[in-house]
T-cell receptor, first 107, second 113 residues
Framework: KNEVEQSPQNLTAQEGEFITINCSYSVGISALHWLQQHPGGGIVSLFMLSSGKKKHGRLIATINIQEKHSSLHITASHPRDSAVYICAVDSSHDMRFGAGTRLTVKP | DTAVSQTPKYLVTQMGNDKSIKCEQNLGHDTMYWYKQDSKKFLKIMFSYNNKELIINETVPNRFSPKSPDKAHLNLHINSLELGDSAVYFC????????????FGPGTRLTVL
């Protein structure tokens, strides 16, 4: 079993829908990252979290350290949000990645 | 200005050759990383460098060696290339190892024939 599990693996939504992507992990961490990989392959770091909640535009990321769980929310989704979203957990000695969630937003 | 750049973008080579991928960041960051993304799109960290010191060295073959001539550069040298080395390699940097978002390079697609 992977130490970082994401769900769902694939997600299709209509434009305007509220999106939630979940990440659960089984190791102790110092921080959690949410990354976005565009269809062209480029990777953008969206958030780095160690507690609580962060918001940037239409994106919101939350983390619950006790439950070892994080969520990435996208409000008012748009076709340009279509990408693979990757959760990664960071410890002082290692970094582990989830398999990614492929999001497709249809107009 | 590109924050994190990698060269080359594509690299096709024969098995057994030695090759290098260069990475440069102009963000003034202290930490740089190398990642490998395999054909199944799974990312894995290979190395992390902070102030010229190797912090993380995942269980990668010793054919792979990171070299940092200065804080702004972290090059990846690969000796005796194997078919299984074919992947996309991403360089990244962050303000420090302890915190901060990472900024990724565009990736280098390595194909070993």
């Amino acid at each position: 079993k992977n130490e970082v599990e994401q769900s769902p693996q694939n997600l299709t939504a209509q434009e305007g829908e509220f999106i939630t992507i979940n990440c659960s992990y089984s190791v102790g961490i110092s921080a959690l990252h949410w990354l976005q990989q565009h269809p062209g392959g480029g990777i953008v770091s969206l958030f780095m979290l160690s507690s609580g909640k962060k918001k940037h535009g239409r994106l919101i990321a939350t983390i619950n350290i006790q439950e070892k769980h994080s969520s990435l929310h996208i409000t008012a989704s748009h076709p340009r949000d279509s990408a693979v979203y990757i959760c990664a957990v960071d410890s002082s000695h290692d970094m582990r990645f989830g398999a990614g969630t492929r999001l497709t937003v249809k107009p | 200005d590109t924050a994190v750049s990698q060269t080359p973008k594509y690299l096709v080579t024969q098995m057994g050759n030695d090759k290098s991928i260069k990475c440069e960041q102009n963000l003034g960051h202290d930490t740089m990383y190398w990642y490998k993304q395999d054909s199944k799109k799974f990312l894995k960290i290979m190395f992390s460098y902070n102030n010229k010191e190797l912090i993380i060295n995942e269980t990668v073959p010793n054919r792979f060696s990171p070299k940092s001539p200065d804080k702004a550069h972290l090059n990846l040298h690969i000796n005796s290339l194997e078919l299984g080395d074919s992947a996309v390699y991403f360089c990244a940097s962050s303000q420090s190892r302890a915190g901060g978002r990472q900024f990724f390079g565009p990736g280098t697609r390595l194909t070993v024939l």
